[in-house]
């Protein structure tokens, strides 16, 4: 009886450290995921318009 408690404390504890590594690289690949978007806004903000509207200022007097 004490070495099945024994087992399944030492199952439990496995269990537990694998839930915590899956849940830390969860977190990394979201974290990686997030700067990427923040590329790619930060890069749509810089496209130019397709009819070039906005861009230039041209101003005579």
């Given at each position: 009886m004490e070495m ?19 849940v ?8 990686a995921v ?11 903000n ?6 070039g ?9």
């Amino acid at each position: 009886m004490e070495m099945e408690v024994a087992a399944m404390s030492m199952a439990m504890a496995n269990s537990n450290l694998q839930n915590s590594l899956s849940v830390s690289m969860l977190k990394k690949s979201m974290e990686a995921v997030e700067d990427t978007m923040e590329g790619f806004i930060d890069m749509m903000n810089n496209i130019p318009s397709p009819d070039g509207r906005g861009q230039l200022l041209n101003v005579r007097v």
